[in-house]
Nanobody
Framework: HVQLVESGGGSVQTGGSLRLSCAAS????????MGWFRQAPGKEREGVAA???????SYGDSVKGRFSISKDNAKNTLYLQMNSLNSEDTAMYYC???????????????????WGQGTQVTVS
């Protein structure tokens, strides 16, 4: 079993920045993908950013150039640096881990094996 615990969410003004963290713990599970998803009220959960085990990163179209995902393997921690935030980024953000790919991408919700509890990001 894998436990994912997010932190770093909060309220920020338009144009501001936040950095989310996700501490992973658990057994010998070796995810192929670690990533961030988000869900706004009334909308489906969507992939924001992901990093594969080989270090390859992928981003949702709406966050490209503004968000950056990284991973500290020594600390088993995943990060999401979010810059130039706008109201469209307001959502609950979830850390996720996937052993495989669905549809050839780490950003598909159907790939996810484990979810964190989520951290709220509000931009106003």
């Amino acid at each position: 079993h894998v436990q994912l615990v997010e932190s770093g969410g909060g309220s920020v003004q338009t144009g501001g920045s936040l950095r989310l963290s996700c501490a992973a713990s658990g057994s010998t599970y070796s995810p192929r993908c670690m990533g961030w998803f988000r869900q706004a009220p009334g909308k489906e959960r969507e992939g924001v950013a992901a990093i594969a085990s080989d270090g390859t990163t992928s981003y949702g179209d709406s966050v490209k150039g503004r968000f950056s995902i990284s991973k500290d393997n020594a600390k088993n921690t995943l990060y999401l640096q979010m810059n130039s935030l706008n109201s469209e980024d307001t959502a609950m953000y979830y850390c996720a881990a996937a052993a495989g790919l669905f549809g050839g991408t780490c950003l598909d919700v159907r790939s996810v094996d484990y979810w964190g509890q989520g951290t709220q990001v509000t931009v106003s």
